[in-house]
T-cell receptor, first 114, second 112 residues
Framework: GENVEQHPSTLSVQEGDSAVIKCTYSDSASNYFPWYKQELGKRPQLIIDIRSNVGEKKDQRIAVTLNKTAKHFSLHITETQPEDSAVYFCAASKDGGSQGNLIFGKGTKLSVKP | DGGITQSPKYLFRKEGQNVTLSCEQNLNHDAMYWYRQDPGQGLRLIYYSQIVNDFQKGDIAEGYSVSREKKESFPLTVTSAQKNPTAFYLC???????????FGSGTRLTVV
């Protein structure tokens, strides 16, 4: 089955710097890659996602890139702010049926220091 | 609250007891899921359901049971067979599998 590895497990940056979180997946048939942000004690919330027919997607200060050949995808946060501090999870899935469940990475705890 | 509601927020269980966690959604989503979250372990799939009256085991189904009698509801029972049930439990739903999830606010279960 699919396996998703996420690095680093913790990341500390200064406010205003960029942060990059990387994930690799094992199943070349996976074609949907969302990222979730979970603030302390709260539910994970979808912040951006990408499908395999696209190489990059941006939404204001966040972007996701996908390299299908290498089977990895990354989350980029620019101009980080203290409110970006949270745990970020990547995930992967295949469309449809029992193959469509999201498989999550173990998470990255991002700390943005003011 | 976001279209998917979990209750209770906190739950305490004595050893040997079964407890049921509630999950209700009004998003008209076909698929529903239960995940367990432990520190450093990420989110692990317990059970999922793609449609009413059908559900499948996930990666860590032992000691848990579910039902899906209504599209809106997907309760999870933590049985006494689950040896280490203390965790944060998250319910989620999606239009169909292979799409992004909407999560509930979670239930924190503690064995006392």
């Amino acid at each position: 089955g699919e396996n998703v590895e996420q690095h680093p497990s913790t990341l500390s940056v200064q406010e205003g710097d960029s942060a990059v979180i990387k994930c690799t997946y094992s199943d070349s048939a996976s074609n949907y890659f969302p990222w979730y942000k979970q603030e302390l004690g709260k539910r994970p919330q979808l912040i951006i996602d990408i499908r395999s027919n696209v190489g990059e997607k941006k939404d204001q200060r966040i972007a996701v890139t996908l390299n299908k050949t290498a089977k990895h995808f990354s989350l980029h946060i620019t101009e980080t702010q203290p409110e970006d501090s949270a745990v970020y999870f990547c995930a992967a899935s295949k469309d449809g049926g029992s193959q469509g469940n999201l498989i999550f990475g173990k998470g990255t705890k991002l700390s943005v220091k003011p | 609250d976001g279209g998917i509601t979990q209750s209770p927020k906190y739950l305490f269980r004595k050893e040997g007891q079964n407890v049921t966690l509630s999950c209700e959604q009004n998003l008209n989503h076909d698929a529903m899921y239960w995940y367990r979250q432990d520190p450093g372990q990420g989110l692990r799939l317990i059970y999922y359901s793609q449609i009413v009256n059908d559900f499948q085991k996930g990666d860590i189904a032992e000691g848990y049971s579910v039902s899906r009698e209504k599209k809106e509801s997907f309760p999870l029972t933590v049985t006494s067979a689950q040896k280490n049930p203390t965790a944060f439990y998250l319910c989620a739903s999606s239009i169909t599998t292979g799409n992004g999830y909407t999560f509930g606010s979670g239930t924190r279960l503690t064995v006392v």
